[in-house]
């Protein structure tokens, strides 16, 4: 049974030759053998189980199974891992998070999926002498279909899913069906040999009909349509951006969430993260971005900016809500319907009257967006609850009252009262000198 990304539990069919397939592949991946001691973390329920346990029968190797009151504790699983002389252990990155990293004697395989990996659990688990492999599958390809074996390298951003195992085929295809070049965003269909998808969905003929359709380039094959948008790079490896169900339309602009959420992790103060669409306190939608870190959570306006370096404004989260640690589904998953709304939150600072005449133009043109009775110098734009939609409307009142051209980004780089006014300032002194 899997929730997937709908958190409604649904059956899935899979046959035993599904089963086997990816046993095969998953031990040729690891060149598994019977001296081999694989980490049994996942519960009964949870696909990865299987492909670890059969796998492991399959080579002859010893399964390590974790204790249910143990599989919540990195203490506990950290010492068995040494005790039982682990050889190989999946972990999704919650965990990946929350372990030591060092020293295992005897790891020489780890496996990172379920979830999109950051960039410092890569770093912090990708260690000389393992094998570290980033696995990509839907329950209903039969536990997994794509593969990368991580390169020894610092890694800033996600690595890539890779490309297709033994017996898999896969498509990146718009809308219409037709594939999309390298570097193209598109939905992922799964296919490949017969028997290595599942059978569909237990009892829902129905959602098993909009999901297992006909292969678009071979008539007499089935493929599964992921909901996954992924991208070819060009090395010729498949990168995950997001969910088809992860786009959102924000004041009539379509947005990746996942591509925001890619961004984010790769600043270097940001363990995970998540980006999601909610409403403020007016009932305007706005980006809400969520981050956990290994210390203190790097300032809103310290993401603001190291967004602003890759994305357009309109897809930078305008609120920010920093946690110790994100809610988890039974699954290892993010619960994203868990994640709190954000503090309707005020600058922290402690008022500051303007002190120039543009200050208090730039403080009352702030306060006259955001309907609020006074703005200090020392304010934050979005710190006191501006949003993007907002954003463009001070910067035009800004242009029109100092007869300027300023860029939205200012705001998203600079967006106290003082430093908006300082680039005023300048962009002033330069008309005037270029007279």
Sequence with gaps: YTSGSTG??????????????????????????????LLQLPALNFDMSQGEMWTGFLVGATVVAV??????????????IREQRVTYAGLPPAMLSVLESEPYEDLRYVMGGAEVLPPELVNKWNLPGRTFVNLYGPTEAAIACT??????????????????EVNRQVYVVDQWQNLVPKGVGGELLIGGDDGGLARGYLNQPELSAEKFVTDPFDPDRTVYRSGDLVRWNADGQLEFIGRVDNQVKLRG?????????AALQAHPGVSRAVVLMRPDRQGENRLVGYVTAEGDAPESDELRRHLAESLPEYMVPTAWVALDEFPMSSGWKINRKAL??????????????????TEQGVADIFAEVLARPQVGAEDSFFGIGGN?????????????SFKIKISIRLLYSTSTVSGVAAAVDQKVEEKTNAR
């Design 340 to 357: 709190p709304d954000p503090v309707e939150n005020e600058s922290g600072q402690q008022f500051v009257a303007p002190r120039t005449p």
């Design 388 to 400: 993007s939609l907002q954003a463009m409307r001070a910067v035009s009142r800004i242009n029109k």
């Design 8 to 37: 409604t539990p649904k059956g899935v069919m899979i046959a035993h030759q599904a089963v086997s397939l990816f046993a095969e592949a998953y031990r040729r991946t690891f060149d598994f053998g019977p001296q081999d001691r």
């Design 67 to 80: 204790a249910p009151e143990d599989s919540q504790s990195p203490e506990a699983l950290t010492a068995l």
């Design 147 to 164: 593969e990368y074996t991580v390169d020894h390298v610092e890694w800033h951003k996600s690595p890539p899913i890779g490309r297709p």
């Design 253 to 261: 602009l379509r947005i990746e969430l996942g591509e925001i959420e």
